[in-house]
């Protein structure tokens, strides 16, 4: 029986921890390794929040990374866009930074969102949050495996450190944690990728969009969303000049 009492953050902060245990107790079974543990944990984590979200909200579109995609969503008002599991093979290697998105985007808007980082045992909410203080030495999240050329760009220009690590989710939710300043991505990316965050993000008082500096927008024909810049409001406008200064 569907609870539609809940409020859309209420039945997103409860899919995402509760993905994020379904994980966790995938994990912890043993029963698969690697590449292998990272394939079974998209399939059950997907499965699990298709449901969720057609069980409760019946009414609404999805868009899941792991879900066949349909034109349909595009002329609905409401699309919830999902990552089941971001950052599989951080999931797979045992680690810490991988995260589960659940985002609601409405008129094409990251209105609601949950990120889930289950390592940590922390979900983050689009509301309201105090923000850490901005660092001396300012901190830019990279990629563990590629990172951008425009972020390392800035970062140089900025004098900061470089701070790796895994999934988009994670990065996002460590300028909310404090233990980053800015989370610079260039490297392509999908709407799946970067709502829930973004939602979060925004929602918290920091600074969300484009690295041109247009606003982020979702439910388009074409999913891909190459890129993001994530940071404190006061930063925004310094990265956005240094950036427009990289070469393509």
Not at 91 to 114: F, N, Q, S
Not at 191 to 219: F, I, K, M, Q, T
Request: glycine letters at 8%.
């Amino acid at each position: 029986m569907s609870n539609v009492k809940m409020t859309d953050l209420e039945l997103a902060k409860v899919i995402a921890e509760e993905t994020g245990k379904i994980l966790l107790n995938l994990r912890e079974a043993g029963l698969f390794q690697g590449k292998a543990l990272g394939k079974a944990g998209d399939r059950v984590a997907n499965a699990f929040i298709i449901e969720a979200l057609r069980e409760n909200r019946p009414d609404d579109a999805i868009l899941s990374e792991e879900e066949k995609d349909s034109t349909a969503r595009l002329a609905a008002e409401r699309v919830w866009i999902v990552d089941p599991l971001d950052g599989t093979r951080e999931y797979g290697e045992g680690r810490a930074d991988w995260a589960v998105h659940i985002a609601l985007a409405i008129g094409g808007k990251p209105a609601i969102g949950a990120v889930a980082l289950p390592g940590l045992g922390r979900v983050f909410l689009s509301q309201p949050q105090r923000l850490p203080a901005i660092a001396t030495k300012l901190r830019v999240l990279v990629s563990r495996t590629r990172p951008g050329k425009e972020a390392l760009a800035v970062a140089e220009a900025l004098g900061a450190e470089l701070v790796p690590m895994g999934s988009a989710g994670a990065k996002a939710m460590a300028v909310l944690r404090g233990e980053a300043d800015i989370y610079l991505h260039t490297g392509g990316q999908y709407e799946w990728d970067n709502c829930a965050p973004a939602a979060v993000a925004l929602a918290a008082g920091l600074h969300a969009s484009r690295v041109d500096g247009s606003s982020l927008a979702y439910n388009n024909a074409d999913p891909y969303l190459p890129d993001l810049l994530i940071c404190q409001k006061e930063l925004a406008p310094k990265v956005l000049a240094l950036l427009s200064k990289v070469p393509a």
